[in-house]
Nanobody, 125 residues
């Protein structure tokens, strides 16, 4: 079982930056990969980024590629999402999730059972 707690969300103007953190406890390394998803009101939860616990591989949705960077600190059991050049369409609740050790990562929501509570990101125009 993995417990996940997100933090770092907030209100930012378009073009600005935020860094989200996901603190993990439990069988984190057994999860294989860590991911970020996001969900806007009235929309389905969508994949954002993934990273192997080894840190050797990362994977991004096309909508955030070249703007967002996922990273991890294994000693702190923490995964980060650095978000640059933010756009209003990035507004959503952001969740981290632990998934199976498959690469390329599974990008459908139903593959993940361990989720954090989410952190709100709002980008104003």
């Amino acid at each position: 079982q993995v417990q996940l707690v997100e933090s770092g969300g907030g209100l930012v103007q378009a073009g600005g930056s935020l860094r989200l953190s996901c603190a993990a406890s439990g069988r984190t390394f057994g999860s294989g990969v860590m991911t970020w998803f996001r969900q806007a009101p009235g929309k389905e939860r969508e994949f954002v980024a993934a990273i192997r616990w080894s840190g050797l591989s990362t994977y991004y949705a096309d909508s955030v590629k070249d703007r967002f960077t996922i990273s991890r600190n294994n000693a702190k059991n923490t995964v980060y999402l650095q978000m640059n050049s933010l756009k209003p369409e990035d507004t959503a609740v952001y969740y981290c999730a632990a998934g199976p050790g498959i690469w390329p990562p599974i990008v459908v929501v139903t593959a993940y059972n361990s989720w954090g509570q989410g952190t709100q990101v709002t980008v104003s125009s």
